[in-house]
């Protein structure tokens, strides 16, 4: 019989594991794209799918939960499966490998998914704890908003409660990690491990295969050589907490692939015209799918997949210019106008503008930007500097061998191409303002944003280093033994493979474990919590204690507080509504604002009841006075301190400095 603890964890991963894949997968595989690109782009493919789902559902009132959207998932396979009658894939866009080589990517895939699943989780402790990370906080209670209100359209959770006009977020992440029936923590959790445990080495296993069509060892070796990485998953998914564009980022990699074999890579004959149609509406499709994640996938996937279009382009343009110069001439100043054409009108969306102009704080400075950007650093040099076990030393001399490697073996230059955007990026938006800064705007000019796509081009360019050094040693061996003993083939392949495991291993066992307790460290960051109640969001015992004490109080309670000190998270642990759920909410209330400041002047003062009564507040939570994310509770939500719980107040449970109390002051 297996562990209760064990058996809770498998429940939640295996559901989100289902709920990325399946969807995407049946409803692509009628087409024949070949099991490789299914499983690549099937959740890329399922968030379109639900998207889309939750704008039919929510059009003719159905409410957004597993049974009616198990239902509607029926309905895209087999319109596909129709429509494959008639035209789907001649040949598969990606060869399913042969069994052998199949194993050892998919050993490839399991050590490297391990490596990064493993750290998260211990980052985590467990996947019932709750992030108590800036935007954590507001995903889990717009999950549960989604299961109490049954919409979740990328303009209908987003304010939470409905107070105001619906702005869009997007739902992508929401639409799939929603409709877990379960506990919304650990299915938020457990979204994070499947994203950066597998669709993540999966994607980028895809991106190698194109990218290099004839390194098989690239493509087993990147999902390992990837978990070296801090960049991401921990940092963009747990320290961050970027939960939908963690997810758009982990989508990149196999929506890159994809515009690539569009392009013509991957070392497949071109297949004809209907393929290649297929292909482009395959490919729009995953685009598709990338926004519904995160709009920001398309800058991503813009700027990763530029140098490799200019690669295409430009011989292109040559050859035109010189055979057909006229006509050359104008298909260009075609694409030159559809693409300003598309610029200005990015540049009119207010909303666009206004997140490429966010005021961000200036992180790092040459060179201690490019530092972070080369060696994948776990913090910011001006918080804690880097010590020698901080740097990711051997895989970064890998990275920056294999951008020589392919300029001097004219392979994959693009990819070296696409790793220097990135990296140029990133000290960009690392600061200090300067007129370049404004093009990192649509990642927020947040760094965090951007390491992970040096992450993408850099383990597959490390990887390519590492198989071109075992090349070189096989080529050696084989000249040293071939008088004396023929090699064949195949045991070449085998020395290969065994020279491929062994060098991982000293990279791995070189690095500490590929950096173990820095990554570990990093996922913890917004999992660990203090001994001391008031510190952190959530203090030890505390999200227990919400839990314990919000089964004690009515279902159609409200609770209010000191948001960054626990009474935010009343709603994801127990359902009960509260006032303030988020982190700095955009637009408060006259009744908000002046609770925030004067609830504890209760029974003094007649204003507070009316705000009391005006925001529907029945149970008052209290918690020590601490600090959290840069707010300080007696300087910036004094009213919820000092507060004198023997008037206008009846405890409902109290311990360790903590307290929940009915609201009785108030006629």
């Not at 994310?629 to 405890?651: C, I, K, M, N």
Request: with cysteine.
């Amino acid at each position: 019989m297996l562990p209760p603890d064990l058996l809770q964890s498998a429940l939640p991963l295996l559901f989100m594991l289902a709920a990325f894949f399946l969807p995407g997968i049946v409803t692509l595989l009628p087409l024949r794209p070949g099991w490789p690109a299914a499983v690549a782009l099937g959740p890329a493919v399922t968030l379109l799918v639900l998207t889309t789902g939750s704008l039919l559902l929510d059009a003719i009132g159905v409410p957004w939960s597993l049974g009616p959207v198990a239902v509607f998932l029926l309905v895209p396979p087999i319109v596909v499966h129709v429509l494959a009658r008639r035209v789907s894939f001649r040949a598969p866009l990606v060869p399913t490998p042969e069994p052998l080589r199949a194993a050892g990517l998919a050993a490839g895939l399991l050590v490297g998914g391990t490596l990064i699943s493993a750290a998260l989780m211990r980052g985590m402790g467990s996947l019932g704890r709750a992030s108590h990370g800036w935007d954590p906080i507001f995903h889990v209670n717009a999950l549960t908003w989604i299961q109490e209100s049954g919409r979740a359209t990328p303009w209908s959770f987003n304010p939470i409660f409905g107070d105001g006009p619906g702005t869009y977020y997007p739902a992508g992440w929401h639409d799939v990690v929603g409709l877990y029936p379960g506990d919304l923590v650990e299915a938020a959790n457990a979204s994070s491990i499947v994203i950066g445990g597998i669709i993540w080495p999966i994607g980028l296993m895809f991106l190698a295969r194109i990218v290099l069509p004839r390194r098989p060892a690239v493509w087993a070796t990147v999902p390992v050589l990837a978990a070296s990485f801090v960049s991401f998953p921990a940092s963009q998914l747990l320290r961050s907490g970027q939960w939908p564009n963690g997810l758009a980022t982990a989508l990149v990699p196999a929506a890159l692939a994809l515009v690539l074999l569009l392009l013509g890579g991957g070392g497949t004959r071109p297949g004809g015209l209907r393929d290649r149609i297929l292909t482009l509406a395959l490919a729009l499709a995953v685009l598709a799918g990338c926004v519904a994640a995160h709009p920001s996938a398309a800058f991503g996937l813009g700027a990763a997949a530029l140098p490799f279009l200019l690669a295409r382009a430009v011989p292109a343009l040559v050859s035109g210019l010189r055979r057909r110069r006229r006509t050359t001439l104008l298909a260009a100043a075609a694409v030159t106008a559809f693409g300003a054409v598309v610029v200005v009108g990015l540049m009119t969306s207010r909303l666009l503008v206004g997140v490429m102009n966010y005021p961000r704080a200036t992180r790092a400075v040459l060179p201690d930007a490019l530092a972070l950007a080369l060696f994948d650093l776990p913090r910011f040099p001006a918080v804690e500097p880097p010590t020698v076990g901080d740097v990711n030393l051997i895989v970064g001399i890998l990275v920056l061998a294999g951008v020589v490697l392919t300029l001097v073996l004219r392979e994959a230059r693009p990819l070296a191409a696409s790793w220097l955007v990135f990296v140029v990026l990133y000290v960009l938006a690392a600061g200090p303002e300067n007129p370049l800064r404004f093009l990192t705007g649509v990642w927020y000019k947040d760094t965090q944003r951007l390491a992970p796509f040096i992450a993408m081009a850099g383990s597959i360019l490390a990887a390519f280093a590492l198989a071109v050094v075992v090349g070189g040693i096989v080529r050696l061996l084989s000249d040293a033994v071939q008088p004396r003993l023929r090699i064949t083939p195949g045991g070449t392949r085998a020395v290969t493979a065994v020279l491929v495991v062994v060098l991982l291993a000293a990279v791995y066992v070189g690095s500490a474990g590929f950096r173990a307790e820095a990554r570990a460290s990093v996922a913890a960051h917004n999992y660990a919590t203090n001994a001391m109640p008031g510190i952190g969001v959530l203090s030890r015992g505390e999200q227990d204690f919400i839990r314990r004490a919000g089964s004690l109080i009515p279902q159609d309670a409200v609770v209010i507080g000191d948001p960054f000190n626990g009474e935010t998270f009343f709603y994801a642990l127990t359902k009960r509504r509260v006032v303030y759920t988020q982190l700095g909410a955009p637009a408060p209330t006259a009744a908000q604002q002046l609770l925030r400041s004067n609830f504890n002047r209760l029974t003094a003062d007649p204003a507070v009841c009316e705000a009391i009564a005006d925001v529907g507040a029945t149970h008052f939570y209290q918690d020590a006075p601490g600090s959290s994310h840069g707010s300080s509770g007696l300087e910036s939500w004094p009213g919820f301190y000092g507060v004198d719980t023997q008037r206008g107040l009846a405890p409902v449970i109290t311990e360790g400095g903590r307290g929940l109390y009915e609201i009785t002051g108030c006629p």
